[in-house]
């Protein structure tokens, strides 16, 4: 089965740039989705179709897709960008939905 | 705009049945354009997909709980329900309902998201 990879925390001071991987076999390939989590909340969609932003995400988040990993940036990071993210994709040979097993934003 | 709710019962017996059901508002639950789909989330764990419904009737469940799984509409009332059988302490989570944008006769991604409903399986 398909899986997707990312690191179980990254932590950056305030201002500065973060970068959150999702490692799959040919991820470049597919389509990625991210999800940023606060505690206590659902997961809320912040980008889609590996780099394009729904109505309301600021442009600080961005994403890249290529090889075998896919990126989710997030410049000048603010305290309340504090979350867990998730990467998400669709495995046509399976025709399952597979979930990173998230990233935990910690901002120093 | 779509917005989506779950509900049904907090706790449930182990080897009973857990019953959820989700109402959608906004928009049509027989879209051509979505799916409707269940996603858990263990407490301080990750997201698991559960399975996804199509308007048509069409069903696709995660592989690892096929076997309890059903996923169904009811276009009357614009909500789609998720029953999950033979429970035992793994399946506490909160359980989301969400709408998947579909492309292509495909599955893309997950937005919006419901708030989430914790359900706990224990005697």
């Known amino acids: 089965s398909y899986v997707l990879t990312q690191p179980p925390s990254v932590s950056v001071a305030p201002g500065q740039t973060a970068r959150i991987t999702c490692g799959g076999n040919?991820?470049?390939?597919?389509?990625v989705h991210w999800y940023q989590q606060r505690p206590g909340q659902a997961p809320k969609l912040v980008l889609y179709d590996d780099n394009d932003r729904p109505s309301g995400i600021p442009e600080r988040f961005s994403g890249s897709n290529s090889g075998n990993t896919a990126t989710l940036t997030i410049s000048r990071v603010e305290g309340g960008d504090e979350a867990d993210y998730y990467c998400?994709?669709?495995?046509?040979?399976?025709?399952?939905?597979?979930f990173g097993g998230g990233t935990k934003l910690s901002v120093l | 705009q779509l917005q989506l709710q779950e509900s049904g019962p907090g706790l449930v017996k182990p080897s009973g049945t857990l019953s959820l059901t989700c109402t959608v508002s906004?928009?049509?639950?027989?879209?051509?354009?979505?799916?409707w789909a269940w996603i858990r989330q263990p407490p301080g764990k990750g997201l698991e997909w559960i399975g996804n419904?199509?308007?048509?009737?069409?069903?696709n469940y995660n592989s690892s709980l096929k076997s309890r799984v059903t996923i169904s509409v009811d276009t009357s009332k614009n909500q789609f329900s998720l029953k999950l059988d033979s429970l035992t302490a793994a399946d506490t989570a909160v359980y989301y309902c969400a709408t998947i944008i579909r492309i292509a006769s495909r599955p893309y991604w997950f937005d919006p998201w419901g708030q989430g409903t914790l359900v706990t399986v224990s005697s």
């Open positions: 906004g928009g049509s639950i027989s879209s051509r354009n979505y799916y």
């Open positions: 040919s991820i470049g390939r597919k389509a």
């Open positions: 419904f199509f308007y048509s009737g069409r069903t």
């Open positions: 998400q994709v669709w495995d046509g040979i399976t025709d399952h939905v597979i």
